[in-house]
C-alpha cells in the first residue's frame, strides 16, 4: 500500500508517498492530473489526500473550513474560507468579493482568492480522477499529530518561523515519517515548509488507508456540485 500527501508550491505540486515502512518518495509536478498519473504509474496510488479545498459552496461558508479553524486554535488564519462559486467566477478579487457577497456570501480574503487557480483545478479533475482524491489541512493534520504524541494543546509557532518548522519536523518524525536528503533534489524549488505540508497530507492518507482517519465535519457536507466536502486528518 503506498499513498499520496500532495500541497501547491509556486511551479505546481509539491508529492510524498508514503507505504507501510514509511518514506517512498518524492516528485513534483506542474498539474494534480500529472501528479495522478505519475503516483499510478511508480505505484499505483489510490488514495490522494490533497491540502486544497474540495467541493465550492454556493454561499458558503463550508462546514469543513469553520471547523477547522476552531479545531487549529491560534493558526485559524491558516484555514481560508472557501470562496463560493460566484467569486471563483470572477478574474481578480475585487469582483470576486462583489460577487459573493451579491449572492449572500461573505467577503473574499487575499489569501482565499490567491488559490482561485488551484481550487479550479483540482475541482475542475475531480470528476476524471481515478485515484480516490480528499482534502486536507496541513495545520489540522499536525494538530492531530501533536495530539497523537500527548500534546494536546494547539501548536505555538507557525510554520514560517524556525521554531514552527522544527517543530513540524519533529511531528513528522514522531510519525514515522523521516525524508532522506537525496530526496530533496527531486523537489525543484519547493520550500520546506511546502515538503513538510505535503508529508503532512501523506500522513493523513496513511490514516485514511488504515482506518484510522477523522474528518471535520465527521459527516461530510455533501454540496450542491455533488462533492461530500470535509477536511480529512
Known amino acids: 500500500m ?6 501547491a508550491y509556486k511551479r505546481g505540486w509539491v508529492a510524498i508517498a508514503l507505504d507501510e515502512a514509511g518514506f517512498a518518495g518524492a516528485f513534483v509536478a506542474p498539474d494534480i492530473a500529472a501528479v495522478e498519473a ?3 504509474e511508480r505505484w499505483g496510488v489510490e488514495t490522494i489526500v490533497i491540502d486544497v ?8 461558508p463550508r462546514q469543513a473550513d469553520l471547523l477547522a479553524r476552531a479545531f487549529v486554535g491560534p493558526r ?24 459573493s457577497r ?42 492531530a499529530m501533536a495530539a497523537a504524541v500527548g500534546d494536546d494543546a494547539p501548536l505555538a509557532h507557525g510554520k ?21 536528503r537525496e530526496a530533496y533534489d527531486a523537489l525543484d524549488t519547493a520550500a520546506l ?15 485514511v488507508e488504515w482506518g484510522e482517519a477523522e474528518s471535520l465535519p465527521e459527516v461530510p457536507e455533501v ?8 477536511i480529512w486528518y
Open 160 to 180: 514560517a518561523s524556525a521554531a514552527g518548522l522544527m517543530l513540524r519536523a519533529d511531528l513528522l518524525a514522531a510519525a514515522g515519517i523521516a525524508i532522506p
Open 76 to 99: 485559524a488564519s491558516s484555514v481560508f474560507a472557501t470562496p463560493n462559486r460566484a467569486a471563483l467566477a470572477e478574474p481578480d478579487r475585487a469582483s470576486a468579493d462583489a460577487a
Open 38 to 40: 505519475e503516483a499510478a
Open 223 to 230: 454540496l450542491s456540485d455533488g462533492v461530500a466536502s470535509a
Open 193 to 207: 515548509d511546502d515538503v513538510y505540508d505535503a508529508a503532512a497530507m501523506a500522513w493523513t492518507a496513511r490514516r
Open 102 to 143: 451579491s449572492v449572500g456570501g461573505q467577503g473574499v480574503s487575499a489569501q482565499a482568492f490567491a488559490i482561485r487557480d488551484r481550487i479550479l483545478e483540482v475541482n475542475g479533475h475531480l470528476p476524471h480522477a481515478s485515484a480516490r482524491p480528499l482534502e486536507g489541512h496541513p495545520e489540522v493534520s499536525f494538530r
Open 2 to 7: 503506498t499513498i499520496l500527501g500532495v500541497d
Open 53 to 60: 479545498p474540495l467541493g465550492i459552496p454556493d454561499v458558503g
